[in-house]
């Protein structure tokens, strides 16, 4: 398999609806993609879970995070995605990877305790 970096190249955001203001609005386009911010509150570690993601270029995608008992970001530092979820909220980002790459994922208030993860886009 053929894959290339992009470097500096601004992917495509999200169209309409992106990131809900609380709970209950939360809107799917695309395919839905769990991911559950974990922490002491609940489960008793800092991760993102799943933390290891494989998404093909060019799928349109709706990321619902959920958060345990703490606040936490889902932030792609190369992408510019930095998704802020309040303690036990959930906020969508409908996003499109449009450019093959490994990109690290980080919760910025944990990211030294090991809250990451690595975004694949093939
Ligand atoms: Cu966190």
Redesign the pocket.
């Given at each position: 398999m053929a894959l290339t970096i992009g470097l500096g190249i601004v992917v495509l955001t999200a169209c309409g609806g992106a990131s809900g203001q609380g709970t209950e609005d939360i809107r799917i386009v695309g395919k839905r993609v769990d991911v559950n911010?974990e922490?002491p509150g609940k489960s008793g570690e800092?991760v993102?879970d799943p933390a290891e993601f494989t998404f093909e270029r060019g799928e349109q995608l709706t990321l619902v995070m959920t958060?345990e008992g703490?606040?936490?970001?889902f932030t792609v530092p190369d992408l510019d995605i930095d998704v802020h979820v309040d303690a036990w909220k959930s906020k969508a980002l409908t996003y499109t990877f449009d450019e093959p790459g490994t990109y690290e994922l980080v919760?910025?208030?944990?990211?030294t305790?090991g809250?990451t993860g690595v975004i694949t886009v093939r």
């Open positions: 911010m922490d800092y993102f958060s703490e606040f936490h970001t919760c910025i208030p944990h990211e305790l809250m």
